[in-house]
């Protein structure tokens, strides 16, 4: 029986259909949470490990995506031919346990070893997601879908932010690290048990009976064909360009609001804890229905609404930096955590509708690579080193100036996405000719 299915010329969901989207958004938040938690007490671990912005930056940005995004690639190659349930649980149980180790790490060194391990286990996470979820819901519910599976980084990141700096307080940095990691890992249980495994291309237009055979594809092939499709590519540019802001900003900003706006670890952990999980959840839900309204008319709205949410954020984001004061520069800050993320679900619904069903996980993987590897291999490494170049000169308020820094980025991110908008127009046109 297929989890979502069509009645009376409208759509009802399954209550599979839903467990299913529960448990891949929960997984999500884990995901989000257990990458965010080294940002998130960045103050407690520098001063307890003795570690310099560059080496921060590397840290949370490099070294994880070095292996987050490169084993993507063969666990997303190998989950379109076995079971994507199986391979989402065993990596949500191998980067729980690596952030469990991160609480152990005496040194840089060790530090650094175990978070590499929670990109090892984090690459198995979200590509299978998006193929179950796109097997899962029909093509006019998919961006609202995934609006809601992408709820996962706001809430991760704002419950790390909340549950974090609170255990940290009253113990240490290194507790939130346990008992995140034991949550994870029963969660991986919870997974393999209750998640259901759609077939593929179940609730595509034609019924799964009819879809005809398709010889697997080599590894090699898959990879070349998604880098040959113009589309595809240039939604991988854009959104790594997006994702470069994103992980650039959040990286840094609970040791820029500590250091140089005064918040202690109670004021993050309430509100700036609010304005993550309010800013950046309602932003992603909003972008899902409004691409999902004006896609219907035309694909460039998953290329022209990311365009304008960029270049509206970027003013709110340069008085975020300005602000004299931690409040204030909340108050600036929830307008790039609402607006900042609108390209995410646009652009990972378009990839996922533009591939086959049997190639869904890997193209997810490969979206990814790009994205991640720009955006969060690059985005904090720049962020950090660019503090480490201009602490000579403005001493405590380097990350500021590093923020002045990162705010082009906004621009470019906007042009690669009317870039992006301008293919979509010209294949509908060829299309329709």
């Not at 998919?142 to 992408?150: D, E, G, L, Y």
């Not at 950046?280 to 309204?293: E, N, P, T």
């Not at 004061?325 to 378009?350: I, Q």
């Not at 170049?389 to 470019?412: K, N, W």
Request: with cysteine; aromatic share 12%.
């Amino acid at each position: 029986m297929s989890a979502a299915t069509a009645t009376g010329g409208g759509y009802k969901s399954s209550p599979s259909a839903k467990i299913t989207l529960g448990m891949l958004a929960f997984v999500y938040v884990l995901n989000f949470l257990d990458r965010q938690l080294i940002s998130i007490l960045a103050k407690p671990i520098q001063d307890g490990l003795g570690i310099s912005d560059g080496q921060l930056g590397l840290l949370t940005g490099f070294y994880f995506a070095l292996f987050y995004c490169f084993i993507a690639i063969p666990i997303g190659w190998l989950a379109d031919r076995t079971s994507r349930v199986k391979v989402l649980s065993a990596a949500c149980a191998i980067w729980s346990a690596a952030t469990a180790a991160c609480g152990m790490a005496a040194n840089y060194g060790q530090l650094v070893v175990a978070r590499m391990m929670v990109g090892v286990g984090e690459a198995g996470g979200v590509p299978p997601s998006y193929a179950i979820i796109s097997d899962t819901f029909p093509r006019e519910r998919r961006t609202t879908a995934m609006a809601i599976f992408n709820l996962g980084p706001p809430i991760g990141s704002a419950l790390g932010v909340a549950f974090g700096a609170s255990l940290a307080s009253a113990f240490d940095w290194r507790m939130p690290f346990y008992v995140i990691g034991a949550i994870g890992v029963f969660t991986a249980l919870l997974v393999y048990w209750l998640v259901r495994e759609p077939a593929r291309g179940e609730t595509d237009t034609r019924p799964v009976a009819t879809v005809p055979e398709v010889p697997p594809e080599g590894f090699a092939a898959t990879i070349l064909r998604f880098f040959r499709n113009p589309l595809l590519l240039m939604a991988s540019l854009a959104s790594g360009a997006g994702n470069f802001i994103t992980y650039g900003l959040l990286n840094f900003t609970v040791l820029f609001l500590m250091r140089e706006k005064g918040m202690t670890l109670e004021d993050v952990a309430v509100w700036y804890a609010l304005v993550v999980g309010i800013g950046m959840s309602a932003g992603i839900y909003a972008s899902g229905r409004i691409v999902d309204h004006f896609a219907r008319r035309s694909k460039t709205a998953y290329a022209t609404v990311p365009a304008a949410s960029l270049v509206l954020a970027m003013p709110f984001f340069v008085g975020f930096a300005w602000s004299p004061n931690w409040e204030l520069a909340l108050a600036f800050l929830a307008v790039p955590m609402f607006l900042n993320s609108f390209f995410l679900s646009a652009t990972v619904t378009f990839v996922q509708n533009e591939a086959a069903p049997e190639r869904r996980v890997i193209s997810g993987a490969l979206l990814l690579l790009v994205m991640n590897f720009i955006g969060l291999g690059l985005g904090p490494t720049y962020v950090g080193m660019m503090s480490d170049f201009f602490r000579p000169t403005y001493g405590e308020h380097a990350l500021q100036a590093a923020y002045y820094a990162l705010a082009p980025m906004y621009l470019i991110g906007a042009l690669l996405f009317l870039w992006l908008a301008a293919l979509i127009r010209r294949s509908e046109r060829a299309s329709a000719s």
